[in-house]
């Protein structure tokens, strides 16, 4: 069998991915990073830069970060996009894009809905359309800000395939590539007037943006979409013709931009140094249907080499990073992956430009985006002043705090609401139907209705405040900041909730960011006059009547599920959370089983593994782990649990304990699913697969030597007091937000609780 063509370079960075934590250098690039401020002032990240002969005032990039169902039915930019965008322009941004605009109308199936409606804004073919544009460009403008739009030539083998259902259209692709949802869907090969008529429609594109006052285009050109297909041999086997060579479509279309909109427009291309398949999959590249045709993918030198020509063709700035859909984890790297992760891949890149004295046609170098969790200041600022790039580009950190750049700039880096990584919000939304929205900021996507400045209560009360996490938090203060008097009871001796626990982990240092923010939100508001916290206080409903208050927020979280399992009195066994917070409960244990496949049984699982050495196995009743995660937190635990040798036992159901052992029922069927799988994601449970295989009947019994047993079943709102209080009328108003409403997740509990906040 012929050896898989690999890059060392590529390989390594894949292979560090799992255990970066393990080498230490804590609070720099390719590790754990926080909210510091040591290298402020930040003259490096905020000095002016040149593009073709535009300047931007900084060298902060917000990220294409996908604008689903923020437009009009038609596809012009609605409201909602508009002052979101205009949000981040007010925040001190200095270059903002926007997300991926197709151009392959009447091309592309998967870009269009029943009706000929869209989910994705349009700038063509309708000049309809220009007016949303016009006021969106001239509205960054207002605050100094530069806006690109990036459009793609489309989505081909990583659109969705309702197109089937929906159009009677299979999806198109490079060259007969199953589809990424569905693999056993195959896409048809795009005829080469099609991929003409694309290219026509890029030209026409950015002419129209030009038209409407937008800085710059922006070509989308990694991650596995179409613009990748026709542009990297993995995808684009096509034998005849023209586009037989891969570099000729973004030639071509480089090419058509630069003579509709002349020479001193900026063009930027998004690439990926490497599509980094064969590193991240090695054999399995030859053992698994959908894969196997992705072997021949660009090396780093034809990545260099293209990239040299689509300068001579145009292109003025690249953003660069790793990965396609197929190993989603790497271009939409989860809490999980370190600080600064992709910027050894932009330094390969700014060295090759500077060897080879590569100018653009307006005679300037072509500066180098740095993409990956850049989002600390400190990391974003020390990439550029050590070289590693030129700009650098923040996506989710511009979601959790759009007033970034500001505060950054201010040295006011405690008062920056960080990211957390979870991608529920700002990804996971748009799998559900939903628009981008952000954990930890409740105005993310609502900017056009939720003010930027609460208004002050006209009536203020005295609230009351049950439980001290996320949800309690951030009602608490923000109801403060509008005038009433707030006190925040919390049974404990800390803040936080279950972020406390949830933040032990070294892979999730980006939630212990957060939870220092909630601390400094706090402390901030313990400076205000009607603001109390009152710790180690246990509310009782007799107790919260004798308080007179006017409304009561209960906020009290979740209880810790454990059911009644036959033997369990006869086994060690721990709630995963209290693992987290007390790690010397786990004793001398070695073989460790963790029951539930979950969120944070999976994440335990590999704090286990790979920060104690345990010998740890998993066991889930539903077929798939962390099941309605985000597909890229997802992947990126199983792929490195699978590296570490974790063993998964999903579709099993635990029968009872022994003193030492667990047993449990496990579906072996050939309809059960492969819990290792990461190069394919899980439709929607609304969205039936009609490929999918039935499980059948077939069982095995199984038995697990457990020196501990971890229990991490889930839980269930923790609602008993505020039932109780609503029965014995405790105050004029009562609310349950957060997990205690329904156990879920901090997008809920945040956007439950700021709304709250604003209207009582």
């Not at 700014?350 to 989002?375: Q, R, T, W, Y």
């Not at 954990?439 to 009360?461: D, S, W, Y």
């Amino acid at each position: 069998m012929k050896a898989l063509k690999t890059d060392a370079e590529v390989q390594k960075l894949v292979d560090s991915y799992g255990n970066w934590f393990q080498n230490g250098c804590e609070n720099r690039a390719g590790n754990a990073a926080r909210m510091t401020k040591e290298l402020y002032p930040y003259t490096s990240t905020f000095s002016p830069i040149r593009v073709n002969r535009l300047t931007i005032k900084n060298r902060v990039v917000m990220a294409p970060m996908g604008n689903l169902m923020m437009c009009e039915e038609g596809g012009r930019p609605n409201e909602k996009m508009i002052q979101y965008f205009l949000a981040r322009a007010k925040g001190g941004v200095g270059l903002i894009t926007s997300g991926l605009i197709p151009i392959s109308d009447g091309v592309d199936p998967t870009v269009t809905e029943i009706g000929n409606k869209v989910m994705m804004p349009r700038i063509s073919p309708s000049r309809t359309l220009m007016s949303g544009w016009r006021d969106l460009a001239q509205g960054c403008h207002a605050y100094g800000s530069r806006f690109f739009i990036q459009l793609t030539p489309g989505l081909g083998r990583v659109g969705p395939p309702t197109c089937l259902v929906q159009q009677k259209k299979f999806p198109k692709s490079a060259s007969f590539n199953r589809n990424f949802y569905i693999p056993e869907l195959p896409c048809m090969r795009l005829s080469d007037h099609g991929l003409k008529k694309i290219i026509k429609n890029a030209g026409q594109a950015s002419a129209d943006a030009k038209a409407c006052l937008i800085d710059g285009v922006y070509l989308h050109g990694h991650e596995g979409y179409l613009l990748e297909q026709m542009t990297n041999p993995a995808f684009n086997r096509r034998k005849l013709g023209k586009y037989a060579d891969w570099q000729r479509f973004g030639i071509d279309m480089v090419n058509e931009i630069r003579d509709r909109v002349g020479p001193n427009y900026p063009i930027m291309y998004r690439i990926d140094l490497s599509l980094a398949l064969n590193e991240t999959y090695g054999e399995t590249m030859d053992e698994v249907a959908s894969l196997k045709k992705f072997k021949n993918g660009r090396s780093i030198q034809d990545t260099l080499d293209y990239m040299d020509n689509l300068v001579k063709a145009g292109v003025d700035i690249f953003d660069v990073d790793l990965g396609c859909y197929d190993n989603w984890w790497l271009p939409h790297p989860p809490a999980g992956m370190p600080a600064g992760c992709f910027i050894d891949v932009s330094k390969i890149v700014k060295d090759h430009f500077a060897e080879k004295k590569i100018l653009s046609n307006a005679g300037v170098e072509v500066p180098v985006v740095a993409v990956g969790k850049l989002g600390y200041p400190d990391v974003a600022e020390r990439a550029i002043r050590e070289g590693y790039c030129d700009m650098v580009m923040l996506g989710r950190p511009l979601l959790a705090d759009a007033d970034w750049c500001n505060k950054a700039y201010a040295g006011e880096v405690e008062k920056i609401c960080p990211c957390i990584g979870c991608q529920e919000g700002c990804v996971n939304e748009f799998v559900e139907g939903g628009h981008i929205q952000c954990a930890v900021n409740a105005r993310t996507g609502f900017e056009e209705i939720i003010p930027e400045n609460p208004v002050p209560a006209q009536n203020p009360k005295k609230i009351g405040v049950i439980g001290a996490g996320p949800a309690g938090i951030v009602f608490a203060v923000n109801a403060a900041k509008r005038g009433h008097t707030v006190e925040l009871i919390e049974r404990g001796g800390k803040v936080g909730g279950k972020v406390l626990p949830g933040s032990v982990p070294a892979i999730k240092f980006d939630f212990a960011n957060y939870l220092e923010w909630l601390n400094n939100e706090l402390k901030a508001a313990e400076a205000m006059p009607g603001f109390t916290l009152k710790l180690n206080t246990a509310a009782t409903d007799d107790w919260l009547k004798a308080q007179n208050y006017d409304s009561i927020v209960f906020a009290m979280g979740t209880k810790n599920a454990c059911p009644p399992i036959p033997g369990i009195d006869k086994v060690k066994t721990v709630q995963a959370v209290d693992l987290l917070a007390n790690p010397e409960l786990m004793g001398d244990a070695k073989n460790i089983v963790v029951a539930g496949g979950g969120v944070v049984g999976c994440e335990t699982a590999y704090w286990l593994n790979y920060e104690y050495g345990k010998n740890v196995k998993v066991v889930e009743m539903l077929p798939n782990f962390m099941q309605g995660c985000c597909t890229a937190n997802r992947a990126h635990l199983l792929y490195y649990m699978k590296k570490a040798g974790i063993e998964l036992y999903n579709c099993s159901r635990v029968t009872s304990f022994e003193k030492g052992k667990v047993n449990f029922t496990q579906n072996v069927s050939k309809g059960a699913p492969d819990p290792y799988i990461t190069w394919r994601p899980l439709l929607p449970e609304n969205i039936p697969n009609p490929m999918a295989k039935k499980m059948g009947p077939q069982t095995k019994d199984i038995t697990l030597s457990a020196d501990l047993v971890v229990l991490a079943m889930g839980g269930r709102p923790d609602d008993a007091l505020y039932l109780e209080a609503l029965r014995t009328n405790a105050a004029p108003e009562l609310f349950n937000i957060g997990d205690s409403f329904a156990g879920g997740r901090v997008l809920e509990a945040n956007r439950a609780a700021f709304r709250l906040a604003q209207s009582i």
